[in-house]
């Protein structure tokens, strides 16, 4: 039996389902025999799960972000290495961030449900989490579509019933989504002793959570700084003013680790169940090997065998597939010789991350960099740290070792500009966030580095560029027409090349 906003979501999925419903709708479409109500404990451990694995799931990450920042590259199938991108994944991220899904509850709709669930019982514990959630969510679906329903979908009132939500800009949701996070943390800040159960990303940890909301909001913060500068040193500035909590070991990753047994396993490796189409790309392979990156034989497997198809390989070659082939077995060789993704990303019980350590740092050092007023300290210092935290996250912790890698001149931090400085955090940052796909996106369009090959887009969907956005779902260009063509009057044609506000091209 579906529930109510599962049912709202097949039905006419741009209805958001948060809070909306027509009157009568729920006694003709009621089982007497399931209940229509779930404890807010089940409820967020369904909501976290869903989170990551949404995330981590092929429409915006396997097919989506991986491919456009050339972490991974396709070795069949190869449309969305093409920007080929389908519609039909348009509209899975769009209704599953929302609304979830019949068959992956979850989504936006869940939260605001514990938002209210947490304000009926005056746990400021638990309107923390969900408004932190929310805003990830929100933060995900602006940075992957551009201009979004926000104001909208945030009625927690079942009477409210809007079916053609309008958009809000992304300034709008940037400064509503920055603000509500430092509303959660203000409610952390009490120090409730109220518990949040049901939460398997940090065990009802309050303290992780409040590291978590002031590390979110210092990367989007940062986000909008080349195009609304002083909102971004104010925020910038109040979180790193020393008084507030940030993540200081890879113990704080905001992540959820997948139990490894069906249901609960990776999507990743519930795509390889069925699927073998996906290899590193050549980009990162390059990237790596050129730095005799320790990382290299954990985000990838060694060639099975070599470019003639002999079997096995026993050279230990890291064979990258170049992104945008339209037949990467006739341009490259066989299957057996392209490495596979490593086995740390793709075993059942991999873990979903949605922010680290390592990026806290690298934020950090973009800041002092920047030399934003009321941050201190070294920028290097920010950056080494941070490319220690990166390596340590995957059990590379021999000083010795990480030292000599930090020494090389193509990791070096480069100070004599802040170009120079952005080049040097922009690549390191790409590298520490393999596997996150939409991030590794969004902060390769923001700082522009490192520079990448493109891939060939057919029939010239990205102008011979790198896509930086999606299209919006055609559920939206037909039932929420009106509201649909004012936000593409003001952001720009509805096309994968058309930059979001944030996204200045320097």
Known sequence: MLSKYNKIALMLPLALGLGACEKGFDELNTNPNNPLTVS???????????????????????????LIAQHWAKSQYTTEDRYGFRATSY??????????????????????????????TNNPNMQAVAMIMRSYYFSVLTDVFGEIPYTDALKLSNEVNIITPKYDTQETVYTG???????ATAL???????????????????????????????RLAMRIYD???????????????????????????????????????NPIFENRLTRDDHRISQSMTSVLSRRNDPRLPIYANPAECGAGGTAPDSTGLYRGVKNGLANPVNSRGPLCSMSKVGDYFTRPDAPGVLMTYAEVLFFTAEARARQIPGVTGSAEEAYNNAIRASMAQYGIVDATAVDAYLAQPLVKYNSTSLEAQKQSIGTQKWIALYGQGVEAWSELRRL???????????????????????????NEQSLNQENYKVAVGRQGADVIRTRLWWDVKN
Do not use: C, H
């Open 177 to 183: 989504i920055l603000a509500e996070l430092k509303q």
């Open 227 to 265: 195009v609304k500068p002083d909102l971004s040193r104010t925020e910038v500035a109040d979180v790193l003013n020393g008084t507030n909590l940030l993540m200081t070991s890879n113990a704080d990753n905001a992540q959820i680790v997948f139990l490894g047994a069906q249901p609960n396993t």
């Open 91 to 120: 509209q899975s991220i769009w209704d599953g961030f929302y609304t979830g899904t019949a068959a992956l509850p979850g989504g936006l709709k869940d939260f605001n449900e514990l938002l209210r669930i947490g304000k009926e």
């Open 40 to 66: 807010p404990e089940t409820l967020l451990t369904g909501a976290e799960t869903a989170t990551a694995f949404r995330l981590f799931d092929v429409p915006v990450n396997m097919d989506g972000g991986l």
């Open 188 to 218: 952390l800040k009490t120090k409730s002793p109220l518990p949040v159960g049901g939460d398997v990303m940090y065990g009802g940890n309050m303290t992780r959570w409040e590291k978590f909301s002031n590390s979110l909001r210092l």
């Open 448 to 474: 522009d580095y490192p520079f990448l090959s493109l891939a060939a887009a057919p029939q010239g969907a990205a102008g011979g560029k790198l896509p930086v956005r999606f299209a919006y779902p055609a």
